[in-house]
C-alpha cells in the first residue's frame, strides 16, 4: 500500500497540486487524469523516486520515506515513461532482460530461467519474431510493448506508468491493459497516466485527478462528470 500525507508541488513559484492525505491500497489499479502541463508525469516520477520536485511524506509497504531522488530500493518500484532512447544498440530480448541486470552476478549474464521467462513474455505480447531486432529500430508502440515487458520482467510492487496506452494500435492498448488489470489482480499496486479515460474506466475502479491545484481521489464510476470538470 502506498499512505501520502502533506504532497505538494511547486515549479517556478507556481503551485501544481497538493493533497493532505492519500491512500492507495495494494493491488489497486488507478488512472491518472488531467490537463497536460497539470503535473502528472511530476507525480509518477516523484512517486518513482525519480524527481525532487513535490514534497511530502510517503509510506510504502509500512515503511516511511521522504520524497527525494532514489530513495526506493530499485526493486521496489517500477517507472515506465513514455518513450525511452537506450544507450548503444541493443536488441529487443536483451532490452527486456536489462530489466533485472542489477540483481545478476558481476558478469550480468542471465541465466536459462530468466531468458525463458522473456522469453515466455515475448509470446504473450506477440513479438517472439522481433526478440533479435534492434531496440532503435521498432516503431513507437512496439518500443513502448518492450517497456512494458521490461517493468513486468522486472516484478517490481509497484509499476507507475506515463501513458502507457500512446503510440499503441486499439488491439494493443486492450492488450496492455487487460495485463496491468491482470497484474494489479496478482498484488501489484499500479497507477498509470492517461488521455483515454473512457478505456481506463473499463479495468479501473479509481481515478485520480489534477485540476486546479489539487490533486484528489474519484471514482471510476464519475469519470465522466469528473472529465466535464476538468476539461470543459
Keep these: 500500500m502506498i499512505y501520502l500525507t502533506n504532497i505538494q508541488s511547486t515549479i517556478r513559484q507556481k503551485l501544481l497540486f497538493q493533497v493532505d492525505e492519500l491512500f492507495i491500497d495494494r493491488g489497486a489499479l488507478i488512472a491518472l487524469i488531467g490537463k497536460n502541463g497539470s503535473g502528472k508525469s511530476t507525480f509518477l516520477k516523484a512517486l518513482a523516486g525519480l524527481d525532487s520536485l513535490v514534497t511530502g511524506h510517503i509510506v510504502l509497504n509500512d515503511k516511511e520515506y521522504m520524497f527525494q531522488k532514489n530513495y ?67 516503431s513507437d508502440g512496439e518500443q513502448k510493448l518492450a517497456l512494458i515487458m521490461r517493468s513486468v520482467y522486472r516484478d517490481a510492487d509497484v509499476l507507475l506508468l506515463d501513458e502507457p496506452e500512446s503510440f499503441l494500435d486499439v488491439g494493443n492498448r486492450k492488450l496492455v491493459f487487460e495485463w496491468l488489470k491482470k497484474l494489479s489482480s496478482q498484488g501489484k ?23 486546479e491545484g489539487k490533486l484528489m481521489q474519484n471514482s471510476a464510476k464519475d469519470y465522466k462528470e469528473l472529465i466535464d470538470r476538468i476539461f470543459d
Design 189 to 211: 499496486t499500479i497507477v498509470f497516466s492517461t488521455h483515454q479515460p473512457d478505456l481506463a474506466a473499463q479495468y479501473c475502479s479509481v481515478f485520480l485527478s489534477i485540476n
Design 72 to 138: 526506493f530500493p530499485s526493486k521496489l518500484v517500477s517507472y515506465i515513461p513514455v518513450k525511452i532512447v537506450p544507450f548503444g544498440a541493443i536488441s529487443l530480448i536483451d532490452f527486456v532482460l536489462s530489466g533485472r541486470s542489477g540483481d545478476r552476478n558481476f558478469l550480468d549474464i542471465p541465466n536459462s530461467d530468466e531468458q525463458q521467462k522473456v522469453s515466455n513474455l515475448l509470446d504473450q505480447f506477440n513479438m517472439a519474431h522481433m526478440a533479435f531486432d534492434s531496440f532503435e529500430n521498432l
